[in-house]
């Protein structure tokens, strides 16, 4: 009886204060789980989050589809997820969370890694297709639209023919490594941009970057 009334109230559980909508916003850093993706190019959705919660002085702790964490900044409270449903069901656990916190569509954010920028170069953008990105094919099935907001770090693309798999899946290069930190601190500001300032102001600011 006890363990029923706790799975009960459980299911009600919200991470998040219980604040008006459009001051909740989560988000979403696309990876996969396990050590042998660790620090690699695909997975640097994770590293920045990680960066993230070294900024803002949070932790994460496993949940239901992934990993979270969470942090207040002027009023606004977010949501930090890594999600443990591998790349290609990235959408599972990102439509949970949204849906479970009430957070609005246009306060979520997702990050991910693109071959089809330089490295390091950041881009905001509003909506659009998923560029091949299995990831976000998967969150644009899921949430049946284009219409989210996604951050693409850039992860260039020196890489063979045939061989974009083993690249995006590999370890950074040395010299990508030395000039990762800096990258992932600049990738911080522009996260709590988007938050504090808006999506407009942030890609003005931060693209291109």
Not at 82 to 91: A, Q
Not at 132 to 143: E, T, V
């Amino acid at each position: 009886m006890f363990r029923f009334l706790r799975s009960v109230f459980a299911k009600k559980k919200f991470i998040l204060e219980h604040t008006e909508p459009m001051k909740k916003y989560l988000i979403a850093g696309l990876g996969n789980i396990g050590p042998e993706y660790q620090e690699t190019r695909h997975n640097i959705g994770f590293q920045i989050l990680d960066a993230l919660a070294e900024k803002q002085e949070f932790s994460f702790a496993t949940d239901k589809l992934g990993d979270l964490g969470n942090y207040k900044i002027k009023g606004r409270n977010v949501l930090c997820l890594k999600p443990s449903t591998f790349m290609n069901r990235s959408g599972k656990a990102v439509k949970y969370w949204m849906e479970k916190e009430k957070i609005p569509m246009e306060n979520v954010l997702i990050v991910t890694d693109d071959i089809n920028l330089p490295f390091g170069s950041l881009r905001l953008k509003a909506k659009g297709s998923d560029g091949g990105h299995n990831g976000l094919k998967d969150i644009q099935n899921m949430l049946q639209t284009t219409n989210y907001h996604r951050f693409r770090f850039g992860v260039g693309s020196d890489f063979a023919r045939g061989r974009q798999v083993d690249y995006v899946l590999g370890k950074w290069s040395e010299e990508e490594a030395k000039s990762l930190k800096e990258r992932l601190a600049r990738a911080t500001e522009l996260l709590n941009s988007f938050v504090l300032a808006g999506p407009k102001i942030t890609m003005n600011q931060y693209n291109g970057t």
